[in-house]
């Protein structure tokens, strides 16, 4: 699937009935097939197809356990995230030294 530069991201109000890792998990496991394509290249959405979805919502108390629950997955993804890219970082800036020798590791 595939989307055009209209959608940018997703905002919930505060208040919302559900929360970001709700909306999250639901938008990546639904079946963009089934709205139909605005492209006859790839399967597509635009921002009035996504406006349009239909979203199945639970009780508030349910989604409410459900956040409490998967939030602190969502937060030790993240911060594994930061981590990769920290190391990432680290590598990039060491590796060249190391290749010219300009730092050398004793065995």
Not at 65 to 70: A, E, K, L, P
């Amino acid at each position: 699937m595939v989307t055009n530069e209209a959608i940018a991201h997703f905002k919930l109000p505060t208040d919302a009935a559900i929360s970001s890792e709700y909306i999250y998990l639901y938008l990546k496991s639904f079946d963009y097939s089934m709205l139909g394509s605005t492209s006859s290249i790839a399967d597509a959405v635009n921002s009035k197809t996504i406006r349009e979805m239909p979203i199945v919502v639970a009780s508030r108390s349910l989604i409410d356990r459900f956040t409490r629950s998967i939030a602190p997955l969502f937060m030790e993804m993240k911060n594994r995230q930061n981590e990769i890219a920290s190391l990432c970082a680290t590598r990039d800036a060491l590796l060249p030294k190391l290749l010219s020798g300009e730092i050398e590791v004793s065995p």
